[in-house]
Each structure stands twice: as structure tokens, then as C-alpha cells.
């Protein structure tokens, strides 16, 4: 019966027809963790319905799996009582990213219906930084100590793992709380029942500290393959854990903040159809101001050309040309440097490494442009006769050559700014594809007019 | 002992002593799967000596945690029969993605070191399309039957668990190997051991086919939180499974390929700093040679309005200016609707309300930017006279006009064009930022050259 929609309809069906311990007895075989995603799906009509009559195992998780608007909705229909208890029942890591995505009054009155000790807990939890280590950990681990059987540990498992985050790892910890080691469950049940749990120690475990951050808990993760990872306090007090599957949302959440920082807007912190008009216009219109006046230094550099245009108003004709492939080159440099030092292929010592290559990939890519811009230029001149007046040839070559020299400045550009925002302690995302855009194409112009103004004196200039 | 860099510099230590009795002490106690990420670390050289010292489920388990090129150079400095032993031990996925990086002739060679068994598994692997949920799964998992009691399970996992990649997903076949159910090893645990493996079932599990892509295995394990999804064949036979740890270098390798191609490239399918120079040109100047010939539309339009333009050259003062904020908010759009179409935030039926978003917001941003345009041009003309003529108030006027113009525009094409592109089949993060800029610089001139004729004529024009 691994069909969801059949599962789904089923469920809706009851519940149409007031069935509810029809419902109560169909949802009662399954595991919460294998109903709940599918439930989350469920219309709001419906959710508030079941919530009423489950089993609150069942409500709980449901409620982890749903997006924060649902989240909202559910809890307005909700008694204050049925609330209070799916609050407190909350594991603390999911409730902390519920808590966090509410105003701050309604996050407080959520927070005075917790019992004081879910209270304490909720309170610090979201004491640490927004995208630390601290905000995501949750406080349900299976911890044994070293002193213990292997057959102890077991038991304990048994009685206790349940309604615990992953009891993939258990953590062993002394008598004060501190971390010993962190072994996989795998461990415990590949060894003879009497063997005590200090004979399984190697020893080797990594760990966390509630305010480092998420991506830091990411990097690890991904070094070393685990299912868990401890977080400890200053005294290596055992005071969490996180879990990988919090990890697939945050790699999301980086890649989504590094991608529209790369398009030329402040990241969003929110989803595009959610995000109220306001909230996104402003951070668009923060970036496209700063673009905005910068390529305004255009309009200045070409006033200081403005005889020069006149002169040779066919120079007018390529600059968008000219100017726009310069920035193309430098957004696909930016683009890869980025990345690539997001993902640590290269550090910043490895400079002179990029530049060599830059220099080589965009010097080629300025003739392939510029012998394609040479070859327009004289193919037109042929069919079309005077389109681009006598001395057509010397067009054709300050456009090819100031091509060439435009396109290896974006690439050069392009790649070595991110490494200076970076070395400046800046995040490397925010030189985005607009930005050196704009920057090659101020200093863009002034190669091409300065080209221009080599092969032309004399004849048109 | 957990700091790594002491355990990394005292193998260093024993190895430079060359006292391998002592190594082989040392490294014994160690689970394999917490020292390979160490050991992964070193010098090539220092590796040699391990990989001789080394038991084998270390070497395998190293193996697996360096990256293809230390893979590669490892490889060659084994004898022929240390490789063929080593690749013999490989988990499949493993072997496959290792396989995979290699030339075709280096690929057949390798193959033909495997025993007939391991070759058959190795080929069926690699038979699937590259990115395709075959090519990452492993072989290596856990099955048990229905009639089997929880001890029964427990003492086969106890003796066949080991080398499995994971065991914290059990899964169910029936006698035909068809998969009956996947259960958390936790609901094991924490059953009495009499009881028969059928009564822990919940009849709902999840299931790939080697043939799905490995996004829509990302998909399942972000909404299910699972740590591994089995595999089946076409009669729901059992071929495989898929873990969790894979997920995250997939959840990477998609976001690179997007984020490159937002920045107008080609996936580079490679790290930036590895690539073949040649194949990095290759995939950028395709790109760039294709916008390069879009962007050459502007020269034919300009060409167009010659007359306008020598009638007041003031105009092209501000060409791209206007033009590439056109670019800009068009980029902005598309990263934003790109990012939100990938995340699953909304659907092609939804593009009306989008369209309605990007109306407003356009629309905002526009007149933001024109009212600063219309600002810049009135005080440079208050205070350096003469600068754009005495008309400059018309000027001010079809500059600021053009920018509402084209913002909204470009907001409007940014944000419909990855819709349509996606409507059509193909990836809609082709639409790159730059091909956006270049599709708004055409038609923002047609908008300029308009809104000028309109405001100019009968005075400048």
C-alpha cells in the first residue's frame, strides 16, 4: 500500500463522512513519521479535522513536516489548550525555526503558553545567532555511559529511543555530561551483548559549537558522512545534536542566498511567492540604485568623448555591442570564481593560479568575438555599400580590437574582484554578474574610445 | 583524542620513522570510517606507505573519501594487484562514480581487473544515464523477510551489517526478493524480540527506479527526512539503495550547475580549477559568441535611428545607461523566478500571478530609478550649464521616461521568458542573467528611441 494519493484519499473520504473512528482506527497501524508528510499535504479544512483526532505523536510530526504558513493556520484553529500542548510537545530545533519565522509579539505569546521548563529551553535556543549551529540543534540524543554493557545500552535504547531525533549515533558521555566519544548504533549491535560500552571507544568524533555556523555544521557533514554531529558547550558539555537532515535544507538555503546575490538583488530570507511587494522591492532596489549610479559614470565618460561622437557617430553604433560583451565575459568569470570558492576548490593565496588562467581564457575569447565582429562589420560593408561609411575597415578594426581588449579586461575583473571582496572580508556573492557588468562597462568605454582613437586620428577622429 | 591534526601529524611521524609495526599498532583500534577522512589528507607519498601498511577496509574506506585526482594517483602507485584488490573491495556506488571521472580506455582497462562478479555489477552501474538514481546506488544494504522474528533480524544485521553502507534502514523483501516494506532499524530496537518482523511493518515506504533522475531522489529524501530510499527494479524487485550522504553532494553538484549557468556558461561539469584550459573556453565562448550575435541587434537597431542620433547626440550620452538598467531589473527577475521555479514555490499555471508581482515591482523600481535619472541630469545642468544643451529638461524627461519604461520591461521579460523557456522542455536556468541583459538591450533601445520622438519632436528631433 506504498501509494500516498490512494493513502490521501482515503483519509479525505473518512473525514467527509464525519467517520472519525473509522479514521481514528485506519491512522492508528502507521508510524507518524511515514503519515505525517503526507497529511502536511492535506487542505486546512481536513488538517484541522484529523488534528483533533490523533494520536498526538502523530499531530506533532505532522506539524514538523509543514510549511511555516500551514504551520500558522493549524495553530489559529486550534483550542489555546490543543496549542499549548502541540507546543510543548514540539521537538525544540523545529519548534525554534517555527518560533523564528513568527513576528516578534506573536513569538512571544507562543512562547507564554510553553511550560517553564520548554520555555527555558525554546528561550535558548533562539538566544543564538540566527544561521548558528545553536538555532538548529535539538536536545532529543540518546546518551549512554562508558561503564555500561553493551546489553545496558541496548535496554536503554529500547526504553528511551523512541521519541528521540535519530538514534543512528549514541553519545557517550561521563558523569558530568562531557563528551567522550560518539558511536554509530551500528556498533552497539555488531557487539557481544557483555562487552562493556568503553571497549567500542576510538576515540575519533567531531564536534560542534552552538554558535558556529550552519555552514560550518555543513562542511562537516559533508567531510564526514555522518548522520549526527554533537554540539558542545566551552567545557565540552554534550548540550546537542544536529542531524543531517536539517543539512539538505540548509545547503538549499545557502545555494538560494548565494544565487540571487549572484543576480544582482539582496537575498530575499524569504520564498519569492511569499515575500510581501514591499519587502522585495526594497531589496531589489537597494542593488539596482548602487548599479544605477555607478553606470552613471557612463553617461560622464562618454560626455568627455562627446566630439569624438560627433566626429565619428558610427562609433555610437557599437557601443552597446562592444560595451555589453565585456560585462558577459565578466559575469561568466565572476560566476565560476564565485562558486568555485564557495565550494573550496581554490583559496585566495591561489590567485596568481586564476589569473593565469583568466588571462589566457580571456584573451581568446576577446579574437573569437573580435573576428566575428570584423567579419559583421566587412560582410555588411560589402552587401550594404556605405552603411557604415569609407573608412569602414577602420571601423571594423577598433571594434575587433577594442573587443578583444574589453573581453579580457571582464574576465580579468570578473575574476579577481570576488577575491578582493573576499580578502576584504566581504562575502565574495555580492560582486554579482550585474555589478562587474556595470564596472567593465564604465572602464569598457574608455578602452574602446581610447582604441579608437589609435586607429582612427587622422582619418575620422 | 579528538583532534585530527595530531592523529594526521603522528601518522606523518611514524611513517617518517618508518617504523610500520608501530603504524600498524596505532591505526588498529581506529574504525575505518572515522580515520579514512584523516588519513584522505595526506601526501601522496605518505599515502603509498599507508596503503601497504594499511588493513583493507581502511584502504577501501580512504579510497572512497578522496577526491578523483588523489584517487587516481593512489591507484598507480599500487601494484597491479594491490589495485585490483582494492577496486574488488569497493562499495559499487563508489567504484561507479570513480569509473565514471576516468577516460574510456582507463575505464575498460580497470574493469578488466575485477573478478567476472564485481565486473557484472560494475557494468550493469554504469549502464544507467549519467545523473540517473542507478549510477549512486549501492548494493551493500540490509534485507530481511517477514517472517522472521526481531531477534532473527537482529542476529543477521549483528552478522551482515558490518559492510553494509547503511543499517539504519532495514529493508523487507518476500521470497521473490520484491520489497515488502523499509523499517527504521530504531523500530528493532525498541521491539520484543519475539515478535515477528510482519507485525512491525506499516505497509508505507518510498521507492526509486535506477532509471529516475537523482533530483527526484533529492526531492523524496527533503520531504520523507529519510536516511536512505531503496531501489527497484520494474516488478518492484529490490536492486538497491540510495543514502543520504550522497544527497548533499547532489543538492551541491545541481546548484553549481545552475548558478554557472544563471551566470551565462555552460555547466562546466568539472571544478573551475581542474578544467582543461580548451574546455573552459569551449563552454564559455559558446555562450558568448550566442549573446555576442544577439547583442549585435543593437548595432542593426541603432543603426535605425542614425539620424535621430546625429540630430542629437546627447541621446547616446545616456544609451547605456539606460539600456543596462533595463539588464539589471531583468536579471533580478529571472535569478528570483529561476531560483523559485527550481524550489518548487510555484507553478507554470501561477504565471499570472507572478506576472502581477513583477508588474508592480517593475513598475516601482522603474520610477525610483527614473526620478533619480530626471534628479542627475536637472543638477548637472544647474551646475554646469550647457552640459546636455538647452533643451535638457526634455532630456531629463525622455531619460527618466525610458527608464520606466524599460525596467518594467525588463522585469516583465525576466520574469515570463525561464516560464516559457520551461513550458518548451528545456532547463529553464538557461535564461541566464546575461541573455536576459542581452534580449532587454535590443528591444530597450526600440523603448528609448521611442519615448525620445515622442518627447524631442519638433524641438531636438
Chains 1, 2 share one sequence.
Not at 5 to 20: G, Q
Not at 107 to 127: G, I, N
Not at 267 to 277: F, M
Request: hydrophobic share 50%; net charge negative.
Amino acid at each position: 500500500m506504498p501509494d500516498q494519493a490512494n493513502v490521501k484519499s482515503e483519509i479525505i473520504a473518512l473525514i467527509d463522512r464525519k467517520d472519525l473512528a473509522a479514521l481514528k482506527k485506519y491512522l492508528e497501524p502507521w508510524a507518524p513519521s511515514d503519515l505525517a508528510p503526507i497529511i502536511a499535504d492535506l487542505p486546512i479544512g481536513e488538517l484541522a479535522v484529523l488534528f483533533r483526532v490523533c494520536p498526538r505523536d502523530l499531530v506533532v510530526m505532522t506539524f514538523t513536516y509543514m510549511p511555516p504558513e500551514g504551520q500558522k493556520k493549524v495553530l489559529k484553529l486550534l483550542t489555546q489548550d490543543q496549542a499549548a500542548a502541540l507546543l510543548n510537545a514540539l521537538p525544540p530545533d523545529d519548534r525554534t525555526a517555527f518560533l523564528n519565522e513568527q513576528p516578534l509579539d506573536v513569538a512571544m505569546q507562543l512562547l507564554s503558553m510553553l511550560t517553564p521548563d520548554e520555555r527555558q529551553v525554546a528561550q535558548s535556543l533562539l538566544a543564538y545567532p540566527e544561521h548558528s549551529v545553536g538555532r538548529m540543534m535539538t536536545l532529543d540524543y540518546v546518551a549512554v555511559h562508558p561503564e555500561w554493557s553493551v546489553r545496558q545500552a541496548l535496554d536503554y535504547i529500547r526504553e528511551h529511543g523512541y521519541d528521540r531525533e535519530t538514534i543512528n549515533v549514541i553519545f557517550v558521555v561521563d558523569d558530568l555530561g562531557h563528551l567522550v566519544d560518539d558511536i554509530r548504533v551500528r556498533r552497539f549491535l555488531i557487539s557481544p551483548l557483555d562487552r562493556p560500552v568503553r571497549e567500542l571507544l576510538d576515540g575519533n568524533y567531531t564536534m560542534l559549537s552552538p554558535a558556529d555556523d550552519r555552514e560550518k555544521a555543513l562542511e562537516l557533514f559533508k567531510k564526514f558522512d555522518r548522520v549526527a554531529l554533537p554540539v558542545v558547550d566551552d567545557n565540552r558539555k554534550l548540550i546537542g545534536i544536529v542531524t543531517v537532515d536539517d543539512m539538505l535544507d540548509v545547503a538549499e538555503e545557502e545555494a538560494t542566498e548565494d544565487i540571487q546575490k549572484l543576480g544582482g538583488t539582496e537575498a530575499l530570507d524569504e520564498p519569492y511567492t511569499t515575500i510581501s511587494l514591499a519587502r522585495m522591492i526594497k531589496k531589489r532596489a537597494s542593488w539596482l540604485v548602487i548599479l544605477f549610479l555607478g553606470e552613471m559614470l557612463t553617461a560622464t565618460a562618454l560626455k568627455y568623448y562627446e566630439s569624438e561622437l560627433e566626429k565619428a557617430i558610427v562609433l555610437s553604433l557599437f557601443l552597446p555591442l562592444v560595451v555589453s560583451s565585456g560585462g558577459n565575459a565578466g559575469s561568466q568569470a565572476a560566476t565560476l570564481v564565485i562558486r568555485a570558492l564557495a565550494l573550496g576548490e581554490f583559496r585566495l593565496r591561489d590567485w596568481w593560479r586564476v589569473m593565469r588562467r583568466e588571462l589566457v581564457a580571456g584573451f581568446s575569447l576577446g579574437v573569437i568575438l573580435g573576428v566575428i565582429g570584423f567579419l559583421r562589420i566587412s560582410i555588411w560593408s560589402f552587401v550594404f555599400p556605405g552603411t557604415y561609411g569609407d573608412h569602414w575597415i577602420l571601423v571594423a578594426a577598433t571594434v575587433s580590437t577594442a573587443l578583444v581588449g574589453i573581453v579580457l579586461w571582464g574576465s580579468l575583473m570578473g575574476s579577481m574582484l570576488p577575491l578582493i571582496i573576499k580578502r576584504a572580508g566581504f562575502d565574495p556573492a555580492t560582486s554579482s554578474a550585474p555589478f562587474i557588468a556595470t564596472l567593465v562597462d564604465v572602464t569598457g568605454l574608455i578602452i574602446y574610445f581610447t582604441v579608437a582613437f589609435m586607429i582612427m586620428r587622422g582619418t575620422m577622429l
